[in-house]
Each structure stands twice: as structure tokens, then as C-alpha cells.
């Protein structure tokens, strides 16, 4: 009898001290309404440019991710895509909530998730909650990398912001596995995408999908922002003041663009 609750003890040991190594790809794209175009990039007065900004702005060029993940721990890591493009205009990139820029940590026990974060040369820690949300499974169904899965839907909100969430899960695989930073659903989720229609803007899909599964992984040391910089002393901040900072950052910037713009026309 203790053999046996022994190796019940090793195999739960094990189960819960398991990593997951997950590569996924991130691709955002948005439908801007026509008074938005005109409202927003009308100041553009050099037609490519204005056409290029839009495009930029509608399918800016997809994201890939490393992810590690436990049951007590998690890690979003993005990847640097080599592009041999020969146009040096540089482009935009834009990321969704739960799964930014850079690297994130979260901490499922403690129910939060910290990310350094760099605002045109000033670092700062944003922290936020790791939501729990409310699911609802449907009976839709598909096959994706020979997994069948299922999908389920639910709302994620972030800044004021109400996202509607699908998520395409498999219990095929014996972990729970979420590509954002909320807490995992009951099952391995492969593909989800995140949307929001705002009237005045237009509408705007953030598709996540799950590219290849490393179970098992050895000597993985997840990484934590707040640790790391301890000494760097960062301001810690809410997603709510980011979003700010931002937004005032990019103010400057466009103002800066446009003011350039007028002086090469001249």
C-alpha cells in the first residue's frame, strides 16, 4: 500500500511539475469604417503614404510566440521574424490583450501577470489580474493538427475594453492550456480569436493558433520581470496607465510624422 500511494505521489509530482513548450502565431487584422480612415489618417496628405499607413495599420505582419506553461506558471515570449524584405519604411505591429510585446510571467497561485514594458526608451512593470472567465461550450467542432476540438466563448475584459473571446479547446491532451494570460480553461485551447466591433472605429480580429506542442520540457527556468529588475527599481503600473502613456507617446509621434511630412512637400 505505501508503494502504491508512493507512486501516486511521484506521478502527481510529476504532472503538476510539467512544462508545456508552445510555439503559436498571433495575426491581427482590422476593418476600419471610411469616416475612420478619413478621421484618423485623412491628415496624410501624400496618397501611398496615407494607403501604405492603412494597410499597416489593418494587417500589420503576424507575431510569433514562444510559450511555457505549467500548472503554477507561465511565460509568453516573443519571437524576433526575420524579414528579408527589401522595403526599409519599417512597419506596425500590434499585439492583443493577454498577449503583448516581449516577455510576460504570470503567476497562477497568486493570480497575477507582470511584463516589463518600453515606451519609446522608458521602461516601466505592468501588472494586472489573471482573470478567470466564464465559459460557455457549444457543440461546434473541427479537427486542428489531428486534434478534435471544441469551441467555447466567453467575454474578456481588459481597460474598459470588452473583447469576445472563442476558443477552440481539445481534452485530448492531459493539460490545461491557455494562449493568454487568463486562467486556463478545462482543456488544451489550439486556436482562439479575440474580437471587438467598435461603430466609430470598425472591427477588429486578433487570431491566436497553436503551431507546434513540445510536451515535457527539461531545465526551463521560467522568467519573472518583478524579480529581475528588483534592483532597477521600475515604476510598477496598471494596464490602464500604459494605455495612457501610450496613447500620449503616439500623440507626440504622428505629430512629429506629420510636421516632417509638410516640411518634404514644401
Known amino acids: 500500500m505505501k508503494k502504491l500511494f508512493y507512486l501516486v505521489l511521484v506521478l502527481t509530482s510529476f504532472a503538476n511539475a510539467q512544462i508545456y513548450e508552445v510555439k503559436v502565431e ?23 503614404a496615407r494607403k501604405w499607413n492603412i494597410e499597416q495599420n489593418e494587417n500589420p505582419k503576424p507575431l510569433d510566440y514562444l510559450i511555457y506553461s505549467s500548472e503554477k506558471e507561465y ?22 490583450a493577454g498577449l503583448p510585446f516581449g516577455l510576460t ?10 511584463r516589463e514594458v518600453d515606451v519609446y526608451g522608458k521602461k516601466y512593470i505592468v501588472k494586472n ?11 461546434e467542432s473541427k479537427e486542428i493538427l489531428g486534434y478534435k476540438v471544441h469551441k467555447a466563448k466567453s467575454k474578456y475584459t481588459v481597460a474598459n475594453t470588452v473583447f469576445d473571446v472563442e476558443a477552440w479547446f481539445t481534452k485530448d491532451i492531459d493539460f490545461n492550456f491557455m494562449p493568454i494570460a487568463v486562467q486556463p480553461l478545462d482543456g488544451f485551447v489550439l486556436e482562439m480569436n479575440l474580437f471587438i466591433e467598435i461603430p466609430e472605429v470598425g472591427r477588429m480580429d486578433n487570431f491566436i493558433r497553436v503551431q507546434n506542442i513540445k ?22 503600473i496598471s494596464q490602464e496607465e500604459i494605455s495612457d502613456i501610450y496613447d500620449e507617446a503616439n500623440r507626440k509621434r504622428n505629430e512629429m510624422f506629420n510636421q516632417s511630412s509638410a516640411i518634404d512637400t514644401k
Open 105 to 114: 510571467y504570470s503567476d497562477f497561485t497568486a493570480k497575477e501577470n507582470y
Open 75 to 96: 511565460n509568453s515570449i516573443e519571437q524576433e521574424r526575420i524579414d528579408n524584405a527589401q522595403d526599409t519604411k519599417g512597419g506596425v505591429k500590434k499585439s492583443v
Open 26 to 48: 498571433f495575426q491581427h487584422h482590422t476593418k476600419y469604417t471610411p469616416e475612420y480612415i478619413e478621421n484618423f489618417f485623412g491628415d496624410i496628405k501624400d496618397a501611398d
Open 215 to 236: 510536451p515535457n520540457v527539461k531545465n526551463y527556468k521560467f522568467k519573472n520581470p518583478l524579480k529581475s529588475d528588483k534592483k532597477s527599481k521600475l515604476q510598477i
Open 129 to 139: 489580474s489573471i482573470e478567470k472567465l466564464n465559459w460557455e461550450v457549444t457543440n
